[in-house]
């Protein structure tokens, strides 16, 4: 598996660099093995590292740029993944962390290494058979479009959709020239009903305008992956998270929540990241949709990673 995104992938990259973007420290990997703060911003493990070890390829998907990184982890995947980043390569600039453009380079580099390790051949097949993944585009609303002047200024909100899209489109060649045969692309959750930003909005209620905006991104993202699937010769899963999201909160006893609304560290409405520093947890985060104000708990990220397995068997 070879995972490309935000913070919904990222499993410690933004550790290596310079930016306030980390999770690295306590209460974040509460509940990880031995409580270890990896960088990902959760209590536990992300969708990837649970879905790669539903699909019996390993526990957990490591950094690319973590020191630690062991010569054979290049054989089952590893996540070029930067926290804050977007589809946009200003999402990634206002906060310091690397674009998909940044991400792409670096998965050249993890061909060379792959090849260096277990020959021209082999390295090439492990790519062609490996599992893409593409996971981001909130950011490009919560901490661009909607609360930086530029993008706002250039484009209504249909215009910049097509614009990430478009982008997310040169990605996708990139990866597909790359050696990429099989993707899977995770869409927009409902990002009205994140807790932060019902509370920057002033209401308890989910935000409308994010969550059309989220829709739509959605459906132009799948409008774009069926051009691309024909273009391309390319097999690409669709993974519908919004609709997984809307479950839980409609139906939370299914699921086991008590909790939908906040997230499980401090007042669960406005910390994320520096913020959750020296803050208390709830008692189970497994009763919680959030973990911090804007990031899913281990619980809900096993409801989509249970999704995404299924998605990859029916795909590929």
């Known amino acids: ?80 993944a930067s926290s804050a980043s977007g589809y946009d390569n200003l999402t990634a600039q206002i906060t310091n962390v690397l674009s998909v453009s940044k991400q792409l380079e670096y998965l050249r580099h993890y061909k060379i ?46 215009q910049y959709i097509d614009y990430l899209t478009n982008c997310m489109a040169e990605d996708i060649v990139e990866m597909h020239n790359e050696g990429a045969n099989r ?59 919004y609709t997984s999201f809307v479950k839980a909160r409609k139906f939370p006893k299914k699921y086991g929540f008590t909790e939908t609304s906040k997230g499980c560290v401090g007042s669960g409405e406005i910390e994320v990241g520096e913020t959750c520093k020296g803050q208390s947890t709830c008692k189970d985060p497994s009763k919680y949709m959030f973990w911090d104000s804007v990031h899913p708990t281990e619980k809900m990220y096993k409801i989509i990673a249970n999704d995404v397995t299924k998605l990859v068997k029916r795909t590929f």
Do not use: W
């Open 183 to 241: 993707l899977i692309v995770v869409g927009l959750s409902p990002l009205g009903c994140i807790p932060l930003v019902k509370t920057v909005s002033g209401t308890t209620e989910c935000v409308g305008r994010l969550n059309s905006a989220a829709l739509l991104m959605n459906s132009k993202i799948k409008h774009k992956l069926a051009t691309l699937r024909s273009s391309l010769k390319m097999k690409i899963g669709y993974q519908d998270t």
């Open 113 to 158: 290494q792959l090849r260096e390790f277990v020959g021209k051949k082999k390295s090439e097949e492990t790519v062609k058979n490996a599992i893409f993944t593409l996971s981001m585009g909130t950011n490009d609303f919560i901490q661009n479009y909607f609360v930086q002047p530029n993008r706002s200024k250039e484009f209504t909100v249909e």
């Open 1 to 80: 598996m070879l995972v490309f995104g935000d913070s919904s992938v990222d499993p410690g990259n933004n550790n290596l660099l310079k930016t306030s973007f980390k999770a690295n420290f306590p209460p974040y990997g509460k509940n990880f093995a031995n409580g270890q703060c990896t960088g990902r911003f959760t209590n536990g493990r992300l969708p990837t590292d649970l879905a790669a070890e539903s699909l019996g390829i390993k526990m957990m998907i490591p950094a690319f740029l973590d020191p630690k990184l062991k010569k054979e982890d290049l054989l089952t995947g590893v996540s070029f």
